[in-house]
């Protein structure tokens, strides 16, 4: 009986094992089915076959020109022989390269980022958190192209799931969903089996999600060129040794939508067609330059990888050091390559820790409904009741919890936009010309005012009835300003609390006309900033910095306009902001500005263009000031203030003793006091820049 249930059992574990082989077997036979399809579909059939040599017979040249170090790169493959005329050359995919991707529909892709669990404020603030970079970016333009001589190094790369690179991107976007096009070199052991540093190309339609791959590991590039991708690239450069580098430049056919790479200024290596992208196909709208580490163990993750950049030592190592780009250049639709001042070097560590700084924990996030769905009632309500139809558009979306306050939230692409993240939110420095010795003959050379001013007495406070225009700015550096300013002193060196509505893209994206606070200690220098962006003003009310207002006044329609107040409180120094009369933003608190914790000196009623395009700049800035139209066009055309008040230690609200109508640029700007008797003065201030022959 033991013997027969012996037999079973054996039978049984021998029909298990039978079994187990056979399904491994067959899954063996499928996969190896897979990877021969895979390999039959990367690999096209070769006329000839080049054996590189080994590396110990590769001996590299010592050139001493370094004016011309691109010269110097190409790739090994070439020292063993070269193509037949008509064919290009192709690095050829490997078993074992499959065998080490993560799947084979993963083969040559970067690993996604997961962005299904964030919500939609996260996702415009996303930062990789598999991918740490540090590059040099340039945005708010259309780009058509774009180059750099990159130097090639050799980092380390310990990990075979990790990578290194130093490229070029081009993207039709900054936030997490792009499209792009990138090349450089890089060293990736994982796909390329080694750690050799190699030219490469990637794509992708979906910020690497399913879309895009390296090289020809995918259908997507099409190689035309005698250059090899993921061929390998010498010399290397060394450490105070000699330097080499070779230029890489991709630019789009306006006309087909595709874009071409090519490298050492004019050999091709073919191109991405346009049917493989979306929207880049007709321009990129940022351009970046530098490189990027692809690892599970950046950001939070310790210890942090060891996976090297560049050369592996800090950028201020500069010149034999640290890795570079020279020649840097874009390609707008002048069609010249040129180099973009406005470009700055960020790294996505500065930028995610500016973001936490600034970004409070959302305890609801409110989304705006797009523009065209925001429909403004054109009321025809009497013109003293104009600026109760005013309202912050972000209202009509929802509305704030019981104790919490609307704040407008900052993203990544805000920070881009800044020259750099120290000057985020801030007015252009003011300049000294010292060449007359007299404080009184000193004009600010980036910005034109046009206001009202009273001085001579302490003010405890200020306000008007602000009439709300939509001028047009015509440069992304620019704004234009209609507001109220207290300071301590009517010179150049002041402290000042201001408000006000202003249009200024490059702070907040776009040409909407938004509420704004600002303050300085120090006439611009290094302190203050306008809204949240730095520490200063605190926030207690309903109203929401920087988020746009409306609806707007059009030239003889109907006219709108909201009350703006600062006033002071003497026992704590504090100075409060309050709009539509009643309803309280926030304040400034004492101990920011300085001697202006007692009381104003001068107060201005007003608006600025901020331009490096005026004064004697020429031809002067287009942007335009209140309406755009001069103050003489008055009512319904000019952008006018009334209601003009000061409050005194008198603590009554008055219109001011004495008063003096200011343009610094009359001919460009204008300003008109119509102070008739009998009648609520109204000062009329703005203009429309450029306007000839007056304003060349």
């Not at 076959?49 to 590299?60: A, Q, R, V």
């Not at 704590?572 to 500005?593: D, F, H, Q, R």
């Amino acid at each position: 009986m033991r013997e027969t249930k012996a037999k079973i059992l054996f039978l049984w574990a021998f029909f298990a094992l039978y079994i187990r082989f056979n399904v491994e077997a067959k899954q063996s036979s499928m996969l190896q089915t897979e990877i021969e399809v895979k390999l039959r579909q990367l690999n096209k059939p070769a006329v000839k076959t080049i054996k590189m040599m080994p590396y110990y017979m590769l001996k590299s040249d010592d050139s001493s020109k370094k004016d011309d170090l691109e010269t110097e790169i190409f790739q090994i493959w070439q020292e063993s022989g070269s193509c037949p005329k008509g064919t290009i050359p192709i690095r050829r995919i490997l078993r074992e390269d499959l065998l080490r991707a993560d799947s084979l529909r993963s083969f040559g892709r970067k690993f996604p980022q997961p962005l299904q669990n964030l919500s939609a404020n996260q996702r415009k603030e996303f930062i990789p958190q598999n991918r740490s970079s540090a590059y040099l970016v340039t945005m708010g333009y259309n780009y058509i192209g774009s180059q750099a001589d990159i130097n090639v190094w050799n980092p380390k790369v310990p990990e075979s799931g990790e990578f290194t690179t130093a490229q070029i991107w081009l993207k039709n976007n900054n936030n997490p969903y792009f499209e792009s096009v990138e090349s450089g070199w890089m060293v990736n052991p994982k796909l390329y089996r080694d750690g050799a540093t190699r030219f490469f190309a990637y794509w992708t339609r979906d910020s690497y999600r399913s879309t895009g791959c390296f090289d020809l590991t995918c259908s997507g590039f099409v190689q035309t060129g005698q250059v090899v991708l993921g061929g390998t690239i010498k010399p290397i450069s060394s450490r105070r040794g000699q330097q080499y580098d070779f230029n890489v430049g991709m630019f789009l056919d306006a006309h087909t939508g595709n874009w071409y790479l090519k490298v050492n200024k004019n050999i091709p290596v073919g191109y991405w067609p346009a049917e493989i992208l979306g929207s880049l196909r007709h321009s990129a709208i940022l351009v970046e330059w530098g490189g990027q580490v692809a690892s599970s163990n950046i950001r939070q993750k310790t210890p942090h990888t060891t996976t090297q950049m560049g050369s592996g030592d800090f950028a201020d190592g500069r010149f034999k050091n640290a890795c570079f780009m020279r020649n840097i250049r874009i390609m707008d639709y002048s069609l010249q390559l040129k180099f973009n001042v406005q470009a700055k070097p960020l790294s996505e560590t500065q930028i995610e820790a500016k973001l936490k700084q600034l970004n409070k924990p959302a305890v609801k996030t409110i989304k705006m409904m797009p523009d065209y769905m925001l429909q403004l009632e054109n009321s025809s309500i009497i013109e003293e009741d104009s600026e109760s139809q005013i309202f912050q558009t972000w209202q009509k979306s929802g509305s704030c919890p019981q104790g919490t306050i609307p704040i407008r939230r900052i993203l990544k692409e805000d920070l881009l936009r800044a020259a750099s993240l120290d000057s985020f939110g801030q007015k252009f420095p003011q300049h000294y010309d010292n060449s007359t010795g007299q404080e009184d003959g000193y004009v600010t050379p980036t910005r034109s005012s046009a206001f009202l001013l009273t001085v001579g007495f302490n003010y405890l406070g200020a306000q008007a009835d602000i009439n709300v225009w939509n001028p047009k700015v015509a440069e992304t550096n620019e704004f234009t300003t209609a507001q109220i300013w207290l300071k301590n002193s009517n010179g150049p060196y002041f402290s000042s609390v201001e408000s006000g509505w202003t249009v200024n893209r490059k702070l907040y994206g776009d040409l909407a006309t938004r509420l704004f606070a600002y303050w300085t200690r120090d006439s611009y220098i290094s302190t203050g900033c306008f809204d949240l962006t730095c520490s200063g003003f605190v926030q207690t009310g309903q109203v929401a910095l920087g988020a746009s207002i409306g609806p707007v006044s059009l030239f003889y329609r109907e006219q709108y306009d909201i009350n703006v107040g600062i006033f002071l409180e003497p026992n704590s120094g504090n100075w409060y902001l309050k709009v539509k009369n009643n309803m309280a933003v926030g304040y400034w608190p004492a101990e920011i500005v300085g001697l202006l914790r007692h009381s104003a000196t001068s107060v201005e009623w007003g608006g600025q263009v901020s331009s490096t395009n005026i004064r004697k700049k020429r031809p002067h800035t287009t942007t335009q000031m209140g309406s755009g139209e001069f103050a003489n066009g008055r009512y319904q055309q000019a952008c006018y203030m009334k209601n003009i008040k000061i409050m005194d230690y008198s603590l009554q609200l008055k219109y001011p003793r004495d008063v003096t109508p200011v343009a610094q640029e009359p001919y460009c700007y204008s300003a008109l006091n119509d102070a008739r008797p009998g009648i609520e003065p109204m000062f009329y201030f703005g203009g429309p820049g450029r306007d000839l022959p007056y304003c060349p």
